[in-house]
C-alpha cells in the first residue's frame, strides 16, 4: 500500500539556521508533490508544488527538491525564524492522472528556539 | 477575497448521530475535497466534488457522502456516527477542475463524537 514517511520526531532548530525535513514515499508515482503549513487547530496552508519532472523549487526562504529515483523530498527553510514553528505536511498527487485527493504523510513537527 | 469557509466550527454529537458539514469554496474554484484529520495525524482524503459529481473517493465507507450545489459549495454528511469518526474535518478547494492546481483549505470543523 501506499506509504508517505516524515521525519515521526519533532525538530528543533536553532534561529538563524537551516531546517531540513524528509519526505520519503513507497509504492507511489506521484505527479507532483506539494508541501503545507499546519498551525494548531487551523487548516494547512500551501507552500510550495513540485512537479515529477522539477529537481528543485525556491520561494523566498523555502525551497523543496524532488527525487523521483530515490522517492524522496526535502523542504528546507533558510534563516529560520522563531515564527517558521509549525507542524510542516507533505502531500503527494496526480498518480491517478488528472484532479485527484491528495495522500498527506503525519506531519514534522518543527520548532525554532530563539 | 474570502477563503475557504467552513461551518460549523466545532459540533459535539453522540453515537449513531448524523452529521452535516457545510462548506463555501475560494471565489473562482469549482472543485471541492474533503478531508479527514485525526489527532497527531495527516489529512485523509474521503472524496472530491466537481461540476455537482463526486469524482473520486478515498478510502471511507458508504456512511460518509456528500453533495455539491450548483454555487460550487458543498455538504458532507456522516450516518451513525462512531467514536472513531472524532477528527478534524477540512473542505479544500482548488480552481478550473482542479488538476495539480495548489488546494486551498478552510479552516476545518472540529467533530466531536461522544
Known amino acids: 500500500s501506499q506509504k508517505i514517511e516524515q521525519n515521526s520526531e519533532a525538530l528543533n532548530i536553532q534561529e538563524g539556521k537551516t531546517a531540513t525535513l524528509t519526505c520519503n514515499y513507497t509504492?507511489?508515482?506521484?505527479?507532483?508533490l506539494q508541501w503545507y503549513r499546519q498551525d494548531p487547530g487551523r487548516g494547512p496552508v500551501f507552500l510550495l508544488l513540485i512537479r515529477e519532472n522539477e529537481k528543485e523549487k525556491r520561494k523566498e526562504r523555502l525551497k523543496v527538491t524532488f527525487d523521483t529515483t530515490l522517492k524522496q523530498s526535502l523542504f528546507h527553510i533558510t534563516a529560520s525564524q522563531p515564527a517558521d514553528s509549525a507542524t510542516y505536511l507533505c502531500a503527494l498527487g496526480g498518480s491517478g492522472g488528472g484532479a485527484d485527493g491528495l495522500t498527506f504523510g503525519k506531519g514534522t513537527h518543527l520548532i525554532i528556539q530563539p | 477575497d474570502a477563503g475557504v469557509t467552513q461551518s460549523p466550527t466545532h459540533l459535539i454529537k453522540t453515537r449513531g448521530q448524523q452529521v452535516t458539514l457545510r462548506c463555501s469554496p475560494k471565489?473562482?474554484?469549482?472543485?471541492v475535497s474533503w478531508y479527514q484529520q485525526a489527532l497527531g495525524q495527516g489529512p485523509q482524503f474521503i472524496f472530491q466534488?466537481?461540476?455537482?459529481?463526486?469524482?473520486q473517493r478515498g478510502n471511507f465507507p458508504d456512511r460518509f457522502s456528500g453533495h455539491q450545489f450548483p454555487n460550487y459549495s458543498s455538504e458532507l454528511n456522516v450516518n451513525a456516527l462512531l467514536l472513531g469518526d472524532s477528527a478534524l474535518y477540512l473542505c479544500a478547494s482548488s480552481p478550473l477542475g482542479g488538476g495539480t492546481d495548489t488546494q486551498y483549505f478552510g479552516p476545518g470543523t472540529r467533530l466531536t463524537v461522544l
Open positions: 509504492n507511489y508515482s506521484p505527479a507532483y
Open positions: 471565489s473562482g474554484h469549482d472543485t
Open positions: 466534488y466537481y461540476e455537482e459529481e463526486e469524482r
